[in-house]
């Protein structure tokens, strides 16, 4: 039998991919040209599909570029003039501070605990953007929508950019409380790693003009001008943006798979407690992420080695949590006997 991975990206992906990618094959897109009109007509529904399933603004615009990586540059090199505010308690939300900062912008950085909610009293004014992890993958911890709108309440005149890079199809996102949101595929849209979606209000696309930045072949003006062409800036990943539209097509919509994933999310929770030996990291439920799940273990090499002999694959820990945690993926394309087998595990060697 072959392993279960619950690893939080990459991650699982959608079953029906092994179909797509044979029928992609078949037809010929794997080797389709991103200039022709049937590349232009299918990244356009792909697009249309995935602003219906996810809620999208009709004025927010939708773009693939490669990664979250890639989106974290393009802000700092196009989208930032001279400051940025990040607020962050883990590895993504620090890593995008330094990358800004490496690119010579001024980084305010505003470090929050792990179970506090975000320190709305910190905002500076001084700061163009203010940005945030959505949802924080090395720690399994989670900014609330109400939390965001409250952001957005009290900014004066700040953008807001939010990496949801381990949520965006995985639970529901008030796209119009911030300017920029971003996710790789690889996490809760259960598809292989190499693109990722960049979404932004009209307010992004003034920015970028009154900055007018166009240094790099992924300078932000450039990008968008190709994506109001539905072309990308560059050789895509086709058969990537070919399975975001197959799955898009299909998908039953965010407020099922919200749903799905709070359910699965609350029973996650229920059987957690009462464990022995294994405890959430996040304390404080209303900030643990939904699509995440930290896990504290005093050995977490020996729950991974037993789960493996299981065939279960868990995650690691990330960064300073590397030692003492575990994770464990709460995405939408893990199957419902898939999660029935590893909490029949937990059940059975540590309850
Ligand atoms: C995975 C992840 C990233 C990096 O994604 P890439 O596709 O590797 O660039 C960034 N931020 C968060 C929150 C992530 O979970």
Redesign the pocket.
């Given at each position: 039998m072959s392993d279960i991975s619950f690893y939080p990206?990459p991650s699982r992906v959608y079953s029906s991919v092994n179909e797509y990618i044979y029928e992609a094959y078949k037809d010929g897109i794997m080797s389709m040209n991103h200039r022709s009109p049937e590349f232009m007509e299918m990244m356009s529904s792909a697009k249309k599909h995935a602003r219906l399933n996810l809620n999208i603004p009709e004025e927010y615009e939708i773009m693939f570029v490669s990664?979250?990586?890639e989106t974290w540059e393009i802000i700092a090199q196009s989208l930032i003039k001279e400051t940025s505010q990040h607020f962050y308690n883990g590895a993504?939300g620090e890593k995008w501070a330094d990358y800004t900062e490496k690119l010579g912008r001024k980084v305010i950085r505003t470090e929050f605990d792990l179970n506090a909610e975000l320190p709305l009293d910190k905002i500076h004014s001084s700061a163009e953007w203010i940005c945030i992890?959505q949802?924080?993958?090395s720690n399994g911890s989670q900014v609330t929508n109400e939390t965001i709108a409250e952001i957005r309440d009290r900014s004066q005149g700040q953008l807001i950019a939010v990496?949801a890079?381990?949520s965006m199809a995985g639970i529901h996102l008030d796209y119009e409380k911030a300017d920029l949101w971003y996710a790789?595929v690889?996490?809760c849209f259960g598809l292989p790693?190499g693109l990722?979606v960049m979404v932004c209000s009209p307010a992004v696309v003034k920015k970028a003009e009154s900055i007018g930045e166009y240094n790099h072949y992924n300078s932000f003006l450039r990008i968008l001008e190709n994506h109001l062409k539905n072309q990308t800036h560059y050789t895509p990943n086709v058969l990537d943006i070919y399975l975001f539209y197959r799955t898009n097509k299909l998908s039953k919509g965010i407020d099922h798979i919200n749903n799905k994933v709070n359910s699965r999310f609350n029973n996650w929770t229920e059987l957690i407690e009462k464990l022995n030996g294994i405890n959430w990291l996040v304390e404080n439920e209303k900030v643990r992420s939904r699509t995440v799940l930290s896990l504290t273990h005093n050995q977490p090499e020996k729950v991974k080695e037993k789960a493996k002999k299981s065939s279960l694959i868990l995650g690691n820990g990330y960064g300073k949590w590397k030692e003492t945690t575990f994770r464990v993926a709460n995405f939408p394309a893990m199957k419902g006997k898939e999660i029935e087998k590893l909490a029949n595990f937990f059940e059975r060697n540590y309850s």
């Amino acid at each position: 039998m072959s392993d279960i991975s619950f690893y939080p990206g990459p991650s699982r992906v959608y079953s029906s991919v092994n179909e797509y990618i044979y029928e992609a094959y078949k037809d010929g897109i794997m080797s389709m040209n991103h200039r022709s009109p049937e590349f232009m007509e299918m990244m356009s529904s792909a697009k249309k599909h995935a602003r219906l399933n996810l809620n999208i603004p009709e004025e927010y615009e939708i773009m693939f570029v490669s990664s979250a990586t890639e989106t974290w540059e393009i802000i700092a090199q196009s989208l930032i003039k001279e400051t940025s505010q990040h607020f962050y308690n883990g590895a993504f939300g620090e890593k995008w501070a330094d990358y800004t900062e490496k690119l010579g912008r001024k980084v305010i950085r505003t470090e929050f605990d792990l179970n506090a909610e975000l320190p709305l009293d910190k905002i500076h004014s001084s700061a163009e953007w203010i940005c945030i992890t959505q949802n924080e993958t090395s720690n399994g911890s989670q900014v609330t929508n109400e939390t965001i709108a409250e952001i957005r309440d009290r900014s004066q005149g700040q953008l807001i950019a939010v990496d949801a890079t381990s949520s965006m199809a995985g639970i529901h996102l008030d796209y119009e409380k911030a300017d920029l949101w971003y996710a790789s595929v690889q996490k809760c849209f259960g598809l292989p790693a190499g693109l990722a979606v960049m979404v932004c209000s009209p307010a992004v696309v003034k920015k970028a003009e009154s900055i007018g930045e166009y240094n790099h072949y992924n300078s932000f003006l450039r990008i968008l001008e190709n994506h109001l062409k539905n072309q990308t800036h560059y050789t895509p990943n086709v058969l990537d943006i070919y399975l975001f539209y197959r799955t898009n097509k299909l998908s039953k919509g965010i407020d099922h798979i919200n749903n799905k994933v709070n359910s699965r999310f609350n029973n996650w929770t229920e059987l957690i407690e009462k464990l022995n030996g294994i405890n959430w990291l996040v304390e404080n439920e209303k900030v643990r992420s939904r699509t995440v799940l930290s896990l504290t273990h005093n050995q977490p090499e020996k729950v991974k080695e037993k789960a493996k002999k299981s065939s279960l694959i868990l995650g690691n820990g990330y960064g300073k949590w590397k030692e003492t945690t575990f994770r464990v993926a709460n995405f939408p394309a893990m199957k419902g006997k898939e999660i029935e087998k590893l909490a029949n595990f937990f059940e059975r060697n540590y309850s």
